[in-house]
């Protein structure tokens, strides 16, 4: 079975821009969550998706936005591009019900630097 | 608050030898534990989980954690590693209530020596 896949892997802006990126989950899962992962602040929790729905959400301002597809593919936005949303950015994809809600599958990330 | 507490930032290990990384938690509800390992420039890898159940969990790549909830710990062990194991690992918690949202530690850097 195919792995959570991310595109692209990496990408570089410049402050005042927005970005999309994108997530592909595992086969059969529906949900997707997206972390942001920095040296300062480590991994954070930005938002889950289920069912096309935004089911939880971290502590992160409104610049910060997702949706999620009919197939459970995801994006997520960034407008107003700041310096400090340098980040790796991480997808996790997980079966959405059940115990197995609980037991995420990370893809290897989008690598974005804002110039 | 809720957090998560790897006091090792840096740990270096003989390749052969046995290993130990600390995790601690402070969380409000019934927690849900998890171990990944992450090697530069990668995602993260599930090394394994708690739920409920046995507190000594097995989780791939020869790892093991025991989960003790009087000390609020879930202590990841590996009896010999090896080489391939030098790389960054996070504890997480979550629980049913906070969906998919996990709060990660800091995590700990292995290097391994000949």
């Known amino acids: 079975k195919a792995g959570v896949t991310q595109t692209p892997r990496y990408l570089i802006k410049t402050r005042g821009q927005q970005v999309t990126l994108s997530c592909s989950p595992i086969?059969?899962?529906?949900?997707v969550s997206w972390y942001q992962q920095t040296p300062g602040q480590g991994l954070q929790f930005l938002f889950e998706?289920?069912?096309?729905?935004?089911?939880n959400k971290g502590n992160f301002p409104g610049r910060f936005s997702g949706r999620q597809f009919s197939n459970s593919r995801s994006e997520m936005n960034v407008s107003t591009l700041e310096l400090g949303d340098s980040a790796l950015y991480l997808c996790?994809?997980?079966?959405?019900?059940?115990?197995?809600?609980?037991?995420?599958?990370f893809g290897p990330g989008t690598r974005l630097t804002v110039t | 608050a809720q957090s998560v507490t790897q006091p090792d930032i840096h740990i270096t290990v003989s390749e052969g030898a046995s290993l130990e990384l600390r995790c601690n938690y402070s969380y409000g509800a019934t927690p849900y534990l998890f171990w990944y390992v992450q090697s530069p420039g990668q995602g993260l890898q599930l090394l394994l989980k708690y739920f409920s159940g046995d507190t000594l969990v097995q989780g791939i790549k020869g790892f093991e954690a025991e989960f003790k909830r009087s000390q609020s710990s879930f202590n990841l062990r590996k009896p010999s590693v090896h080489w391939s194991d030098a790389a960054e690992y996070f504890c997480a918690v979550g629980a049913r209530q906070a969906g998919t949202a996990l709060i990660f530690g800091k995590g700990t850097t292995l290097s391994v020596s000949s």
């Open positions: 998706y289920f069912s096309e729905t935004q089911r």
């Open positions: 996790a994809s997980s079966l959405g019900s059940g115990d197995g809600s609980y037991e995420q599958y």
């Open positions: 086969s059969g899962h529906r949900s």
